[in-house]
C-alpha cells in the first residue's frame, strides 16, 4: 500500500516563506506532485516532480529526494490568497497510473 | 491547462433515490477519468479509476453496485450514485490525466436528505 505523511497545519504571515514537507511510502512511485485546494473549490495543480532536486515555478519551488522518500513545497512571498490546504501526491504505477493524496496541510497566512 | 467539467455542481435528494454526476474533460480525450471522494476537512479518496470501453477499477471498500461508472466515450464519464444514503453526503470529485497532470472538475457536492 501506499502512506504520506504532511503537517496538518501551519501558519504564517504575509511576505513570509513557508515550507510544507511530504514524506511517502509506496511501491511503484514515478514521482510527487503538490495541489492546491481552497475551500469549496477543486484541487488544482502546482508543481510536478519524476527527478531529485528542485523546480521552481514562480513564488512556489518543489524539492524531490527520491533515495529519502522526501519532498517540500516551498511558498515565498506569501499573500493571504495562498491561504488553502496543500496536498502532496505520489504517482504509482497501478491502475492507470493514478495519483495517491496525502492528507493534506493546511495554511493559514495572517496579515 | 486542460479543462474538466462536472454537472451538476451541487445536488440534494432523498434517501433511496439515484442521482448521476457527470465528467467531461472538454479539451483533451482521457481513456482514463478518476472518481475521488472528500469529506470535510479530509483528503481526496480514490473511489475508482475509470476506464474508456472497459469495466471500471474500484478502490477496496468501494462498493461497485452503488458507485455505477460508465465511461461511454473518450471525453466522458459518469458515477452514479444508486439508493443514496446520508452517509453517502460527500464532496465527489473527477480527474482525468493528462501526462503528468491531473485536472480535476470542479466538484459535486451531494447531500442526502
Known amino acids: 500500500g501506499q502512506s504520506l505523511e504532511q503537517p496538518s497545519e501551519v501558519t504564517a504571515v504575509e511576505g513570509a516563506i513557508v515550507q510544507i514537507n511530504c514524506t511517502y511510502q509506496?511501491?511503484?512511485?514515478?514521482?510527487l506532485s503538490w495541489y492546491q485546494q481552497h475551500d469549496g473549490g477543486a484541487p488544482t495543480f502546482l508543481s510536478y516532480?519524476?527527478?531529485?532536486g528542485l523546480e521552481e515555478t514562480g513564488r512556489f519551488s518543489s524539492f524531490l529526494s527520491r533515495s529519502d522518500s522526501y519532498g517540500y513545497l516551498l511558498l515565498q512571498e506569501l499573500q493571504m490568497k495562498d491561504s488553502a490546504s496543500y496536498f502532496c501526491?505520489?504517482?504509482?504505477?497501478?491502475?492507470?497510473?493514478?495519483?495517491?493524496f496525502g492528507p493534506g496541510t493546511r495554511l493559514s497566512v495572517l496579515p | 491547462g486542460a479543462v474538466v467539467s462536472q454537472h451538476p455542481s451541487r445536488v440534494i435528494c432523498k434517501s433511496g433515490t439515484s442521482v448521476k454526476i457527470e465528467c467531461r474533460s472538454l479539451?483533451?480525450?482521457?481513456?482514463?477519468m478518476f472518481w475521488y471522494r472528500q469529506f470535510p476537512k479530509q483528503s481526496l479518496m480514490l473511489m475508482a479509476t475509470?476506464?474508456?470501453?472497459?469495466?471500471?477499477?474500484?478502490e477496496q471498500g468501494v462498493e461497485k453496485d452503488k458507485f455505477l461508472i460508465n465511461h461511454a466515450s473518450l471525453t466522458l464519464s459518469t458515477l452514479t450514485v444508486t439508493s443514496a444514503h446520508p452517509e453517502d453526503s460527500s464532496f465527489y470529485i473527477c480527474?482525468?490525466?493528462?501526462?503528468?497532470?491531473?485536472?480535476f472538475g470542479p466538484g459535486t457536492r451531494l447531500t442526502v436528505l
Open positions: 479539451d483533451f480525450q482521457a481513456t482514463t
Open positions: 501526491a505520489v504517482g504509482v504505477r497501478n491502475y492507470g497510473q493514478n495519483f495517491v
Open positions: 480527474s482525468a490525466r493528462q501526462v503528468h497532470e491531473q485536472f
Open positions: 475509470s476506464n474508456e470501453g472497459s469495466k471500471a477499477t474500484y
Open positions: 516532480n519524476a527527478l531529485d
Open positions: 509506496t511501491s511503484g512511485f514515478y514521482g
